[in-house]
């Protein structure tokens, strides 16, 4: 058995960049761009009417590059992650983000490229997005991708925009969205932005949402429901099928919420189910870094009936050129970033997408070609229910489900660490001193004291193994007034969340 | 299976795997879990791209990368919401390490406090410039963080009459100085609540928004949730906002939303809080971030503090531990979709945390004497290429606002030899074809040009030069 | 400084009760400060404005959760306390006392159907929230 990580690192405390200022430095460097002595020193008023000139500067801090070099790297040493942690956050897929990705992004070229370059010189960027489109429609079985929407829950917003433009057009003034109480906060606050009411419907006893009890809630007025598939408990909707005939007999929709697609990218499509539309969000299931808490990319997916209604601009094919090859020279105009989309819902970003998440995703879909891309999903859902197993005999499972095979994530209540003093939280922050990332906490709302951990297929049995100790020691070994002094070893202990919420303080 | 790179199980392991949940392959498992829904079909992943090896992938975009515009060779004229400022190397060594980049957002305050504080800095520096009380973490981008004002103004002049939250008798009024596409993404967030979007004038020889029309559709009576300027706006031009400001706040119920695409100029003008803003939203891609072809963005999001509990997006405070060290952590959480979901201020989730982390260290290294400084070469190098290209003859004014970095000139029409006359987007393209960027058609005969400091007078020269053998060719 | 004895509960867990001077004062019960745990803002009514019965008049945070005041009968606030502002603390340390709500006006003979009195609010508490 391996050694915990613990954590025995250096932290080296740091002050306020604002607060290391002597006056005058600056980090940068600046060019004369060719101008004249006379002219770097002229006022500005000499540009403009003097009535708009700031009269002071504002405070930033002032500082030499080597400065803002060591603060930025102290700071960075207060922070887990991916790369040094094992990270288990449910619903969070937080997956190795290959190395090669970064390189690509940063490619001098791509990175610099503005966006509103003309169309003859951007063909080979075009025809990426076009085919990374493809390729996602083959993954879902659905018709076309647009990859406006910059993030999960802007993917649900547009999903749900076109519900609403498609029953505004033909006249219909429904109002309901259905959404599981055990969907994520970005579901029914989606559905109020669309102009939607949410109505919740209660899980099953199975963990699942059953088609018999969803049907006492279909009306006319109902445009569609939102699932996550798989739940937010982990687990596979059973009915789904049923639930998308269910909808489309209503003539509703059935919009997915594409969070957890890890749990079967590869290895079944959604289209298969039944569903209508899907956002895939980049930054979990196709490796994106999170970058602590973006930029994302929730690329909408959508049937054929809806392509019409997807955000505008998109990359267009305009002519049958043969493209095939990697390493053709793009000599012609094969493409275009296009708006004649007829219902569209308008637009979501001032230019197309998040291009360099989108960028990263496609380089990990062609790492992983056709002979990988399935191993994803069942990995990913061997290490989830390894864990289950073996952290099921330590912890006890939510009730209902105990049986059966979760996919992508697991989740237990905090039902055995209590016998042990021990809630949810300082299991949390326990965790912590050991070298993990706590896992998703208090999520699902419906399970006491929840404990989601989502592995992920980029880690080895030795590190669950190495976490599923951890837990068990928590769980037989830890007093209580151990674990709310919890965490000891990070650069601070519990933060005092009461006093920064009742007296915030925004900046310096 | 194979043993690809990215998996740390071996086929041993996961054999090992697969006999302790009892269960004898892929086929069982999914079949299991899913029911009735078939596993992938053989051929449709046989359609999928072959995979390729690290360096045959580094190839394959090395090429895509080589076949578009050169940053070597190319000098970058066009502006229009996103502008080419130089990126110090500092910000990359920084941002490549992965303690930044690879984490979730911080929920657990304890072992993330690098990107909390990061993030206090960002928000601290970003109020500064914009003269603002509260600033948050970040929105996605510019022209969403503004839809997301209009629908904060909304919810304020809601509560203010204590109505419910029909807005069908509400008129949202957008200056035509605003980026078209953020009106756009205005109409698509604002398009469910039955608001109304009207449209301020511009005057036809400043440039600026007419002050005579905003007198007149605020006269109209109704209600106005909120007026929307930008500045600099859309045109290039600076907004005169201390005239806008009085007459949008002589109604109570009214929001004054400033924003802008280029906050750089609060370098030299004056910023949206010296006019009494009640909110800024706009795009902070300026500040240390790369164009990236459009995306991700840096959405900035500013208001007045007694505006907060309307504000969308994560916001973080300032605390203490329990043994009283400084401490950072997201707060006022309870307006965000993960408690307050249905009800929540905004949907948003995940944001541009990372840019706003490169737009902190940014900020630092130019620090108060550099970031006036390039925010005055850019005033400079702006005027300077404009006075080249009037005295050209090739170009004339399109209006004569004062302006910041940007403007727009008409293609002059030459008498009647219409074989020369060329559109502004043709005249873009065959720039195009010279390496270089000479900025954005915005009519059959108009261009909007920006300049910053990549762009020195030696690209200058060349672009008047260039311009001359294309239009007069 | 309400008279024991003088507070009526309704199932959302508001009170109404009257003070020394026969004033009327709204607030929350101490078992629902207990749930919410520390509170860090409030929302308060507006003074001078009529409520009917169950109408939403404000909201209570902690860090992690919201949830809603509602009118425990019809009522006009005559003031709010304003204390709440800065020391929304006190609802944690006194909820029946210096942690009230408002003081408000009421029909001297409000109606008292679906409220409860100290000890069925007792029964109330205990019997609905021991699983």
Redesign the interface.
């Known amino acids: 058995m391996p050694k915990f990580p613990g954590i025995k690192g250096i932290f080296l405390d740091e002050d306020p960049l604002m607060e290391q200022g002597s006056k005058g430095l600056k980090g940068i460097s600046i060019p004369d761009c060719g101008l004249k002595k006379s002219d770097l020193k002229k006022d500005e008023s000499a540009y403009i009417d003097a009535k708009y000139i700031r009269k002071s500067p504002p405070e930033l801090p002032e500082v030499s590059e080597p400065t803002v070099v060591r603060h930025f790297t102290r700071l960075s040493s207060w922070n887990m992650c991916v790369d040094t942690v094992f990270y288990p956050l449910g619903s969070c897929t937080m997956k190795y983000n290959p190395k090669i990705n970064e390189k690509i992004a940063s490619l001098e070229n791509i990175k610099n490229l503005h966006p509103l370059t003309p169309g003859s010189l951007i063909q080979p960027v075009l025809k990426m997005v076009y085919d990374f489109n493809e390729i996602l429609c083959r993954l879902t079985g659905l018709a076309e991708f647009s990859f406006a929407p910059q993030a999960g829950a802007a993917g649900e917003f547009a999903g749900l925009k076109i519900i609403k433009k498609y029953f505004d057009l033909k006249g219909e003034n429904r109002k309901t969205i259905l959404v599981p109480d055990s969907s994520h906060g970005t579901n029914p606050a989606s559905s109020v932005l669309a102009g939607f009411t949410p109505v919740e419907i209660k899980t099953g006893k199975a963990g699942t949402l059953d088609a018999g009890e969803l049907e006492k809630f279909v009306s006319k007025d109902v445009a569609g429901i939102m699932i996550t598939n798989p739940n937010t408990f982990g687990v596979f909707e059973k009915d789904i099928k049923k639930i998308a005939e269910i909808m489309h007999k209503n003539g509703s929709f059935i919009y997915m919420d594409g969070a957890n697609f890890n749990a079967f990218l590869g290895s079944a499509r959604v289209s298969d189910m039944g569903i209508d539309l899907i956002q895939l969000n980049l930054h979990k299931t196709f490796s994106t870094p999170h970058g602590g808490g973006g930029p994302g990319s929730g690329a909408l997916g959508v049937v054929e009936s809806l392509r019409e209604f997807l955000p505008v601009p998109y990359v267009k094919k305009v002519s049958g050129e043969n493209t095939a090859g990697a390493d053709k020279n793009f000599n012609r105009q094969v493409y275009e970033l296009a708006e004649d989309k007829n219902n569209t819902i308008g637009k979501m970003t001032p230019f197309l997408c998040n291009f360099a998440v989108v960028i990263r995703a496609y380089a990990y879909l062609l790492s992983l070609g056709r002979e990988n891309i399935a191993s994803v999903s069942e990995l990913a859902v061997l290490n989830a229910n390894y864990v289950k197993k073996k952290l099921g005999k330590i912890l006890s499972d939510p009730g209902p489900f105990e049986e059966g095979l979760c996919m992508h994530e697991c989740v237990f209540n905090d039902k055995a660490i209590e016998e042990n003093g021990i809630s949810t939280i300082e299991l949390a922050k326990l965790l912590i001193d050991y070298g993990f990332h706590p896992p998703t906490v208090y999520f699902p709302k419906n399970i006491r004291g929840a404990i989601m951990i989502e592995p992920t297929e980029t880690e080895s049995i030795r590190t669950l193994d190495n976490f599923i100790k951890a837990v068990k020691e928590i769980r037989f070994k830890t007093k209580k007034s151990k674990a709310v002094k919890s965490p000891q070893k990070t650069k601070v202990g519990r933060v005092n969340e009461v006093l920064a919420n009742k007296h915030p303080i925004f900046k310096y | 299976m194979n043993n690809f790179r990215y998996f740390p199980n071996s086929k041993k392991d996961i054999a090992k795997l697969y006999r302790i949940l009892g269960i004898k392959d892929k086929k069982e498992l999914f079949g299991k879990i899913l029911g009735g829904i078939p596993l992938m079909e053989a051929g449709i992943l046989k359609a999928l791209p072959e995979e390729m090896d690290e360096e045959a992938l580094y190839r394959f975009f090395l090429n895509i990368d080589s076949n578009i515009p050169a940053k070597n060779k190319t000098a970058v004229f066009a502006g229009g919401g996103i502008y080419n400022h130089f990126v110090p190397a500092a910000i990359d060594g920084l941002m490549s390490r992965s303690e930044f980049y690879t984490p979730y957002t911080p929920y657990q305050p304890e072992v993330s406090q690098g990107t909390l504080f990061a993030l206090f800095e960002f928000q601290s520096m970003i109020a500064e410039i914009l003269g603002m009380d509260v600033v948050n973490a970040s929105m996605y981008d510019g022209a969403e963080s503004l839809a997301e004002a209009v629908l904060a103004a909304m919810r304020l002049s809601s509560a203010n009459r204590d109505l419910p939250a029909g807005h069908k008798d509400d008129l949202i009024l957008i200056s035509e100085g605003v980026n078209p596409n953020y009106t756009s993404v205005i109409k698509t967030f604002a398009g469910g609540t039955g608001v109304k979007i009207g449209k301020i004038k511009l005057n036809g020889q400043t440039g600026q928004t007419d002050i005579e029309d905003l007198k007149q559709k605020l006269a109209n009576g109704g209600r106005v949730p909120a007026v929307v300027v930008q500045q600099p706006n859309y045109l290039g031009v600076i907004e005169d906002l201390e005239e806008i400001e009085p007459l949008i706040h002589s109604d109570s119920n009214s929001s004054f939303i400033v924003s802008s695409t280029e906050p750089y100029s609060f370098g030299v003008i004056n910023p949206p809080g010296f006019y009494n803003a009640d909110i800024f939203a706009g795009e902070g891609n300026s500040f240390g971030n790369y164009m990236n072809f459009g995306g991700p963005l840096l959405g900035l999001f500013a208001a007045k503090k007694e505006y907060v509990r309307q504000m969308p997006g994560r916001i973080v405070g300032k605390t203490k531990d329990g043994k009283d060290r400084d401490a950072y952590a997201f707060i006022l959480s309870t307006r965000e979709q993960h408690i307050r979901r249905g009800a929540a201020t905004s949907n948003i989730c995940t944001n541009s945390s990372l840019n706003a982390v490169r737009a902190a260290i940014y900020l630092s290294l130019c620090s108060k004497s550099g970031f006036k400084e390039i925010a005055s070469l850019n005033l400079k190098l702006a005027h300077i290429l404009r006075d080249r290209l009037l005295s050209s003859g090739l170009f004339e004014p399109l209006y004569e606002g004062d302006f910041f970095n940007e403007f727009s000139l008409k293609l002059k029409i030459k008498g009647n030899k219409h074989n020369n006359n060329i559109t502004a987007s043709e005249f873009i393209e065959k720039m195009a074809e010279r390496d270089i960027l000479a900025g954005i058609a915005i009519s059959e005969s108009a261009v909007l040009i920006s300049a910053t400091e990549n762009n020195g007078l030696s690209d200058i020269e060349k672009y008047a030069e260039n311009a001359k053998e294309v239009l007069n060719a | 400084m309400i008279k024991s004895g003088s507070f009526y509960f309704s199932k959302s867990h508001e009170w109404v009760g009257m003070d020394s001077n026969n004033k009327y004062h709204i607030g929350i019960s101490d078992f629902a400060q207990s749930e919410l745990g ?1 509170v ?2 409030v929302s308060l009514p ?1 003074a001078g404005k009529t409520y009917k019965k169950d109408d939403k008049i404000g909201e209570i ?1 902690s ?4 949830s809603e005041i509602y009118a425990p009968v019809e009522l006009k606030v005559i003031s709010v306390n304003s204390k709440l502002n800065d020391t ?2 006190l609802i944690n340390q006194d909820p029946n006392g210096a942690g009230f709500i408002a003081e408000v006006e009421v029909s001297n003979d409000f109606d008292t159907e679906g409220l409860m009195d100290e000890s069925a609010y007792k029964t109330f508490i205990d019997s609905s929230h021991h699983e």
């Not at chain 3, 860090?63 to 919201?66: A, Q, R």
């Open positions: 520390d860090v803002y507006e945070e860090v992690k959760s919201v929304p603390e």
